[in-house]
């Protein structure tokens, strides 16, 4: 554990009702981040400022880079490009006619430059989530969850990481070179308080998880050890993404979704990003490439 607890500073108090899917953009050198419910995208630098916030047209789980500009969005039942500077939104690809309660998830951009990202049911009841990959071509991979989340990647690029929420466990799987899983296992079961929500990876191969409701972030060995926690002043943590120039920096989003009033007034930083330094470098994000073939949905 930490010889002295790490303090994570409040950098922009944004008020996010669901804050998430931190993303360092390494070439604008700007952290995009999404509040679902408040149908909004964020964005700002290193130390909080330039900000900027964008309306989106509906519940938005991700937003991620492209490598043509702007970035790939996971809205209810479709995927979109959306470019800010325009405010322009391209349809990429329709998909779950048959399950209309369900709203996309968490999202992260794999090694292999193929996006991944999973559904759930906007009820949170249902085990109606699936976890997906798509390159042009959409494949699900995996299937009766209520809600997913952080997608990851070890450093080599070989284990995959997925949580189910609800189920409070963190799976990983071996992923070859073609995208294929295979060997899901538990990597950890949260005993505590708080749910796996979002997860990010560093240099050496660790795996930070946020705990919604746990008020923390916790990070583990490749074994499944935890070696360290972050606590944070606020319960709802939702995941990290490390940036700055040297990627020693995590940001981590939060949220008050599900917080009485009297919650919310003990904890006044609830919705707001936040930042700590860490020892090991986190890995660079990927981007998306726009320019591959539409397939109709597998």
Request: charged share 20%; aromatic share 10%; proline share 8%.
């Amino acid at each position: 554990m930490n010889a002295q607890p790490i303090t994570p500073r409040c950098i922009w108090p944004v008020g996010a009702k669901l804050g998430e899917g931190p993303v360092w953009h390494a070439g604008e050198q700007l952290l995009y981040f999404v509040d679902i419910k408040g149908r909004k995208l964020h964005r700002c630098d290193a130390a909080g400022d330039a900000r900027d916030s964008f309306e989106l047209p509906d519940e938005t789980g991700f937003a991620l880079p492209a490598k043509e500009g702007g970035l790939v969005c996971g809205l209810p039942g479709q995927l979109v490009h959306y470019d800010p500077s325009r405010g322009t939104f391209k349809p990429l690809l329709s998909l779950e006619h048959d399950r209309p309660g369900n709203r996309m998830n968490d999202g992260a951009i794999g090694p292999d430059g193929a996006l991944w990202f999973g559904s759930m049911d906007n009820g949170e009841t249902a085990a109606t989530g699936a976890l997906y990959r798509y390159d042009g071509t959409l494949q699900r991979h995996d299937d009766g969850y209520v809600i997913t989340n952080g997608p990851a990647f070890s450093p080599d690029g070989r284990t995959f990481y997925h949580t189910d929420t609800l189920g409070k466990r963190v799976h990983a799987f071996d992923v070859d070179a073609r995208g294929r899983l295979s060997n899901k296992r538990t990597f950890v079961e949260i005993a505590g308080a708080g749910h796996p929500d979002g997860t990010a990876v560093d240099a050496d191969g660790c795996v930070w998880i946020a705990l919604f409701g746990g008020g923390r972030v916790e990070r583990y060995a490749p074994s499944g050890e935890l070696l360290d926690f972050v606590a944070f002043p606020c319960p709802n943590v939702t995941k990290i993404a490390f940036g700055g120039p040297d990627l020693r920096t995590a940001f981590a989003t939060t949220a008050w979704k599900g917080m009485s009033d009297e919650a919310r007034a003990r904890h006044p930083l609830a919705g707001a990003v936040f930042a700590f330094d860490v020892p090991v470098p986190g890995l660079p994000a990927h981007h998306y490439h726009l320019d591959q073939p539409e397939r109709p949905a597998a």
